[in-house]
């Protein structure tokens, strides 16, 4: 079935420095793929979106560009906010259901 | 719209005992979704409706657990007996779509603790 993985953190950076989070995804057809972000004691909420090949969601200086050819959705920024510091979720969706990354957490030091 | 509603927010129970989870999507939604959110599982869906018949609920741990969407606006889950393993922040999401997902809303979850 469709599944996506996601790069195992946590993840610790400095502010301003560029945050790479790595996504890749198994899916049949084409799949809208999505990164969420989870702040402490709060759901989950949408980040950014690409629904079709070679589309770039963006959001909050987030960036992500849908690559079929690597099945790949790579979440970017390049100078992150101690604000930034969070749980990120990639996702897809494709038949009919949502499916998410284990998660990466995030966490900026002033 | 107020968002997707759950309640409890926190539940605290015996073992053995049944509790019973409840979630009101964002009115005009025709997809819901339960998952459970642990550190060792990480965001798990449990099952998901479509016009309140559910669809899938392969995610579903055992038969401990069950869950309900008698109309548009009000599903539950609900898991007899409860087990400390069941520990976990539950979520529930609604989405609108046409043969495709689009953006599922959130609730706040219900942080669940069997002792």
């Known amino acids: 079935g469709d599944s996506v993985t996601q790069m195992e953190g946590p993840v610790t950076l400095s502010e301003e420095a560029f945050l790479t989070i790595n996504c890749t995804y198994t899916?049949?057809?084409?799949?809208?793929l999505f990164w969420y972000v989870q702040y402490p004691g709060e759901g989950l909420q949408l980040l950014l979106k690409?629904?079709?090949?070679?589309d770039k969601g963006s959001n909050k200086g987030f960036e992500a560009t849908y690559r079929k050819e690597t099945t790949s959705f790579h979440l970017e920024k390049g100078s992150v906010q101690v604000s930034d510091s969070a749980v990120y979720f990639c996702?897809?969706?494709?038949?009919?259901?949502?499916?998410f990354g284990a998660g990466t957490r995030l966490t900026v030091k002033p | 719209d107020a968002g997707v509603i759950q309640s409890p927010r926190h539940e605290v129970t015996e073992m053995g005992q049944e509790v019973t989870l409840r979630c009101k999507p964002i009115?005009?939604?025709?997809?819901l979704f339960w998952y459970r959110q642990t550190m060792m599982r990480g965001l798990e869906l449990l099952i998901y409706f479509n016009n309140n018949v559910p669809i899938d609920d392969s995610g579903m741990p055992e038969d401990r657990f069950s869950a309900k969407m008698p109309n548009a606006s009000f599903s539950t889950l609900k898991i007899q007996p409860s087990e400390p393993r069941d520990s976990a922040v539950y979520f529930c999401?609604?989405?609108f779509g046409v043969g495709r997902i689009t953006e599922a809303f959130f609730g706040q979850g219900t942080r669940l603790t069997v002792v």
């Open positions: 009115s005009g939604h025709d997809y």
């Open positions: 690409a629904t079709k090949a070679d």
């Open positions: 899916a049949t057809g084409y799949p809208s």
């Open positions: 996702a897809l969706s494709g038949n009919n259901d949502m499916r």
């Open positions: 999401a609604s989405s």
